[in-house]
Nanobody, 122 residues
Framework: QVQTVESGGGLVQAGGSLRLSCTTS????????MGWFRQAPGKEREFVAG????????DYNDDVKGRFTISRDNVKNMVFLEMNSLKTEDTAVYFC???????????????WGQGTQVTVSS
């Protein structure tokens, strides 16, 4: 059974930083495209960042480009999201997605975990 555990969220002031981690169990993530998504209250889940199976290719939501960095450790079966210069509009529950792909121009994937809450105060 596949599970993901997202961690590293918290309360931070605008301009601050957080580093999110996603640990996957039940399968290897080696060779699997992985991503981070977020869902704010009253809004649909949206793509934040994605990384190819080898880590050689990344993609970002325009709203986070230059501020967030996605990375992965295939040995530890983990994916990370380094978030800098956080804004109040980054407040959301952040989810790790496995096997991400584009469907109708939008990124999607499989979600197994509960997410981690990120709250950015002004």
């Amino acid at each position: 059974q596949v599970q993901t555990v997202e961690s590293g969220g918290g309360l931070v002031q605008a301009g601050g930083s957080l580093r999110l981690s996603c640990t996957t169990s039940g399968r290897t993530i080696r060779g699997i495209s992985m991503g981070w998504f977020r869902q704010a209250p009253g809004k649909e889940r949206e793509f934040v960042a994605g990384i190819s199976g080898t880590g050689g290719t990344t993609d970002y939501n325009d709203d986070v480009k230059g501020r967030f960095t996605i990375s992965r450790d295939n040995v530890k079966n983990m994916v990370f999201l380094e978030m800098n210069s956080l804004k109040t509009e980054d407040t959301a529950v952040y989810f790790c997605g496995t096997d991400i792909f584009r469907l109708g121009g939008k990124w999607t994937g499989d979600f197994w975990g509960q997410g981690t809450q990120v709250t950015v105060s002004s």
